[in-house]
C-alpha cells in the first residue's frame, strides 16, 4: 500500500541509511552507494560527501539524484525520492556534527566528527528537492 504524504516525509525523518543513486554515464549502470542523509522539515534532503568523490562529481553532472530508504519491522516499508540539486556549498563542522548524531550514539559523536574533520575538512553539502517520490508499506511477512 502506498504511503500518505504525512507517512512519507515521517519516514524520511526517522535515521535511515539511504542508497543514493546517480546517472554514473553512458554505457555504465548508476552509481548506486549507502549514505547518511537528512531531511529537513521544507522537504529538503541533503547528503554530505568528499569534494573531489567520484559521487560528488557525477552528481554535478547529471544535476540530480536518487536517495531510497527501507525498514524491515515493524514491516516493511521503504521510501525513495528523486529530484535535482538545488545547492552545493561548503559543509560546516556543525553540520557534520548534525549528520553525525543523527546516526550515531551521543558518546561516538564528538569522536567521529574529531577524526573526520580533520582527515576530510574537503566536505560538501548537496541539497535536493525531491520531485518524485515511491513508497509502500508491504507489511508483514
Known amino acids: 500500500m502506498a504511503l500518505t504524504r504525512a507517512e512519507r516525509e515521517a519516514f524520511l525523518a526517522e535515521p535511515h541509511i539511504a542508497a543514493i543513486a546517480v546517472d554514473a554515464g553512458e554505457g555504465r549502470a548508476p552509481l548506486t552507494v549507502p549514505i547518511w542523509y537528512q531531511y529537513e522539515p521544507d522537504g529538503t534532503v541533503w547528503i554530505m560527501t568528499e569534494r573531489e568523490s567520484r559521487k560528488n562529481a557525477l552528481i554535478s553532472a547529471a544535476g540530480r539524484y536518487s536517495l531510497m530508504v527501507d525498514r524491515l519491522e515493524p514491516t516493511i516499508r521503504y521510501v525513495s525520492v528523486e529530484g535535482p540539486v538545488i545547492d552545493t556549498t561548503s559543509a560546516t563542522r556543525e553540520q557534520l556534527q548534525e549528520i553525525s548524531a543523527r546516526y550515531l550514539s551521543a558518546d561516538k559523536v564528538d569522536g567521529y566528527v574529531d577524526s573526520a574533520w580533520k582527515e576530510h575538512d574537503t566536505y560538501v553539502i548537496v541539497r ?14
Open 128 to 141: 535536493m528537492r525531491p520531485e518524485r517520490w515511491v513508497s509502500s508499506d508491504l507489511g508483514t511477512l
